[in-house]
């Protein structure tokens, strides 16, 4: 069974898969609020290592709508505080039946792991350390191509902290993937990093970043990742990259903004933006249920 851990698990093949079934879902079943049974009554384990409401909440629902059976071990009263290994905790739950894991970990290795253990269970990365976030740049993928059919001369800018988000990581990875030539970076250079895509420049200045801009991707600091000592002036940050009614005007008029959240705002989008009209934030997470179900297909190899 495949793992999806980062967008190299999966071919354009796959992606168009998942894509289709995730509309399938989200128009045949799910507005009709119908489950699907082809999963009935199989194991998936959830392990969250790290705090999440978006990803944790919609695979749950994803599962649900599966008609799967959900464990979700309660960690801090697991046998991982006494020492138990996650290793040996995936062969318990494996023993027990569970088919399928999700996992967030703080843990960069921990996808190379993963990939040596070789489960006879596959795994989905529901967020790894700044690695990858591969369920999240799909639900964007699907949000973007539900405003454009082709994705050759689209501009995307994706303005924030870059350097630390695995969101950016797996977006830019799929996006170039997907067609998409002329990829911006926006923030300051201590945010940034160097991207191995061509389709990727850098751009320090929000307004020469957004100009010309289809779909604009806001992400939050990383704060809890910052393990060097950031030369960043936070109060010129958010007057520099906060995204407001007045600073969207510099990409294209009928351009897109997302943020995968979770959006801090008065330091991501002003209060003003939270309810603008081009903000998609909540179409997001409004399809990410559907996008998550197909991905579980794609890890059960049922798609
Ligand atoms: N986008 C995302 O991963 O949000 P959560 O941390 O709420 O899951």
């Given at each position: 069974m495949p793992n999806l851990l980062t967008i190299d698990d999966l071919s354009n093949a796959a992606i168009e898969a998942i894509l289709q079934k995730a509309s399938y879902y989200k128009t045949q079943l799910l507005a009709h609020h119908q489950k699907s049974q082809h999963l009935q009554n199989r194991v998936?384990?959830?392990?969250?290592?790290?705090?999440?409401?978006?990803?944790?909440?919609s695979f749950q629902l994803a599962e649900s709508f599966q008609d799967m059976v959900t464990l979700a071990p309660h960690l801090a009263s697991?046998?991982?505080?006494?020492?138990?290994?996650?290793?040996?905790?995936?062969?318990?739950?494996?023993?027990?039946?569970?088919?399928?894991?999700?996992?967030r970990h703080k843990d960069d290795d921990l996808l190379n792991q993963i990939e040596q253990w070789q489960l006879q269970a596959p795994v989905i990365n529901a967020g790894c350390g700044q690695t990858a976030h591969p369920t999240q740049a799909l639900i964007d993928l699907n949000v973007i191509l539900s405003r454009f059919d082709a994705l050759d001369d689209v501009v995307v800018a994706i303005v924030g902290d870059i350097k630390h988000s695995r969101v950016a990581q797996s977006q830019i990875k799929l996006l170039t993937q997907w067609g998409v030539k002329n990829i911006r970076t926006v923030g300051p250079a201590s945010l940034q990093n160097a991207s191995p895509h061509t389709s990727v420049t850098h751009?320090?200045?929000?307004?020469?970043?957004?100009?010309?801009?289809?779909?604009?991707i806001r992400l939050r600091l990383q704060k809890e990742r910052l393990g060097e000592q950031l030369a960043l002036d936070m109060d010129d940050f958010v007057q520099s990259f906060c995204i407001t009614p007045k600073t969207i005007t510099y990409a294209k008029n009928d351009a897109i903004v997302l943020h995968p959240g979770p959006c801090i705002v008065g330091e991501d989008f002003s209060t003003e933006f939270m309810t603008h009209p081009q903000n998609m934030i909540l179409s997001q997470v409004a399809v990410s249920v559907p996008t998550r179900m197909a991905c579980i297909d794609f890890a059960l190899n049922c798609l």
């Open positions: 998936v384990t959830n392990l969250f290592f790290e705090p999440s409401t978006r990803t944790l909440n697991s046998a991982l505080t006494k020492g138990e290994s996650i290793y040996d905790t995936l062969l318990t739950m494996q023993a027990m039946g569970s088919e399928l894991f999700v996992i751009y320090d200045n929000l307004q020469q970043g957004l100009n010309g801009a289809d779909v604009v």
